[in-house]
């Protein structure tokens, strides 16, 4: 027996994120992406006591559904035990239209979402949408066993999300909304715990001047500041699709993905060579991408207020 769900081969908006690209390929129109964010997408860490998280969820769809969803938590250290059942689960619900959402890795925070959209049981294997290689998602085949040897290795927290499509629900929201939503993340006032916008990356610099001497970086947050810039192109794509933003901001924004790669790899290879000289110049590249990616924002901002779009 076999079963493959529908899958968008051309989504209005696919995503570059890593932790939003499986999910984007389930999307009909533009303004369907601002839920996507809202509701499946957490980019977060505690670093120090501090929870340090890029986006912020302002925008509510407390009325608007795309998706019928439940989720599992899969406890790790049961996944021997308990395969066969999860894989049922897993076969029963895909034939009952339902499409299977997890997440890859959750150790370095580099989040793989991935989709499950069909299987075939004569051969024993799964369609995925998959990261099948470092910074390319695709359509990829796994094996069932591969697919139970895979959750193994994921974080204690994992977890399966179950979704079904809605029809016929789209979601719009108002210029003022957005702009609200872009100034929240530009000049939010921070509580003790949560840090965001500005904050996340002063706090990035004093991480980087707290590393000891032959001390490796943390490398959470900086792979979380990679995600949250391609993240932001995705909401940058959403405002042109929906809102007449001009098409130079993604390029402008295309530019801030690649600094922000050469930050995390700059790290990398600090963690390699362990020569603190190269830590000052991090951090004047954060401080650089900053100011880049602010005056970027007010661009846009401004760009609202002045009725430009």
């Known amino acids: 027996m076999k079963k493959i769900l529908f899958i968008n081969q051309n989504p209005p908006i696919k995503s570059i994120s890593k932790v939003a690209y499986a999910l984007s390929i389930l999307l009909e129109y533009p303004s369907d992406y601002l839920y ?73 925070y580099y989040d793989r979402s991935y989709l499950i959209y069909g299987y075939d049981d004569d051969k024993k294997i799964l369609h995925t949408i998959n990261h099948v290689k470092e910074g390319f998602y695709g359509k990829s085949i796994l094996t069932y066993d591969n697919y139970l040897n895979s959750l193994k290795l994921n974080d204690k927290n994992s977890y399966i999300g179950f979704i079904r499509k809605l029809n016929n629900n789209t979601h719009n929201v108002s210029i003022l909304d957005i702009k609200g939503q872009i100034q929240n993340y530009a000049y939010i006032h921070n509580d003790s715990s949560i840090l965001q916008g500005k904050n996340v990356f002063k706090k990035q610099i004093e991480l980087l001047s707290n590393t000891k001497k032959y001390e490796k970086i943390e490398m959470k947050p900086f792979n979380i500041l990679v995600e949250h810039k391609r993240l932001m192109a995705d909401r940058i794509k959403y405002l042109i699709y929906t809102k007449g933003l001009d098409q130079k901001y993604l390029q402008k924004y295309q530019n801030i993905i690649k600094k922000a790669v050469y930050i995390n790899n700059s790290c990398k290879m600090y963690n390699n060579s362990l020569n603190n000289k190269q830590i000052p110049l991090i951090q004047n590249n954060i401080q650089l991408l900053l100011k880049e990616e602010f005056l970027i924002l007010d661009e846009i901002i401004e760009s609202y207020n002045s009725k430009k779009i």
């Open 36 to 108: 996507l964010i809202n509701n499946f997408i957490d980019l977060k860490c505690d670093i120090n006591g501090n929870n340090i998280e890029f986006v912020d969820k302002a925008i509510n769809f407390s009325n608007h559904n795309l998706f019928t969803t439940y989720s599992i938590k899969i406890p790790t250290q049961s996944i021997v035990n308990i395969g066969n059942d999860i894989l049922n689960l897993i076969l029963n619900l895909i034939n009952d239209g339902y499409y299977v959402h997890g997440i890859a890795n959750l150790i370095d």
